[in-house]
């Protein structure tokens, strides 16, 4: 039998006399999702029995809500992968994901994928799901990622993204000595129109602001940390080298390999709050191998 995501409430006085329909929508379940109940095998349950949205709770009552099951996406199969997990609960899970992993399969990377090794060590907690990735990182860029287990879950997180309550902080070595000590690139980001990868500031882009700060700097490199305020692909690339300044490895956007073999650009510090939990979490990891060596390097 197929896992399923429930999500179980006792009705309390002031939600008494709620139509479910209401309930449910004050409680994160948007309209698609009750569309999806409806359809696609899941069901509400007032005191174990079915129920449509229309019944009018009342005080005491327990209402259940079965989500339907989630198959994973054809073609992505379970691949025995270690993880290094950061946090994990029935909800979510933080991964810190290593360099020359990407983060979902495609054509070029079929496999050896995170969504691989998560499926793996989903079926080894006999868990039902695909794969929600709410934080994606590109294939060389190491950190933490943020998953959602079921889509609801991934529902909530993804409207308090576009709220600015999940933050990202990221460490990076870029060529040249940036003068200012902190900043703020506010400049707008659009595809590139003769490449289906590469992105550019653009007058016609989406809106994209990158905080940074200096952490140290180096004869001919400065270690970054920088914040996200938006979350365009490629952000803090395309940006550090709009002003001049790509990173270390990123021959995409103009930096060489000479020092490091990959953009040497890392994930540090993630903060989210869990919707179902109530509660604020901010999960950090140590820079990884080949960065810290290339600091070590530069100091030297």
Known sequence: MLSQFTLT????????????????????????????IKFHGGAIYVNDQPVTVRHRLGEGETLRVVFPPELPSEGMAPEAIPLDIVYEDEHVIVVNKPPFMATIPSREHPGGTLAN???????????????????????????????????????????????????????????????????????????????????????????????FRVLQRFRDYTHLSLQLETGRTHQIRVHLAHIGHPLAGDELYGGSRDAIDRQALHSKELSFFHPLKKQAYTFSCPLPDDMQQLIERLRS
């Not at 379940?29 to 009750?34: C, D, F, G, M, P």
């Open 117 to 211: 090794a998560l499926l793996y060590h989903y079926e080894k907690q006999q868990l039902t799901s695909t794969i929600h990735v709410v934080t994606r990182l590109d294939r060389d860029t190491s950190g933490l990622v943020l998953i959602a287990k079921h889509r609801h879950i991934h529902h909530l997180l993804s409207t308090l993204q576009k709220q600015g309550k999940v933050a990202r902080r990221y460490e990076a070595i870029c060529h040249g000595r940036v003068s200012k000590d902190e900043g703020t690139i506010d400049a707008p980001i659009a595809r590139k129109s003769d490449s289906i990868i590469a992105r550019e500031v653009r007058e016609d882009g989406q809106r994209a602001v990158t905080h």
């Open 9 to 36: 409430w006792i009705v309390t006085k002031q939600d008494e006399g709620k139509l479910i329909r209401e309930f449910l929508k004050e409680n994160g379940i948007s309209k698609t999702a009750l569309i999806d």
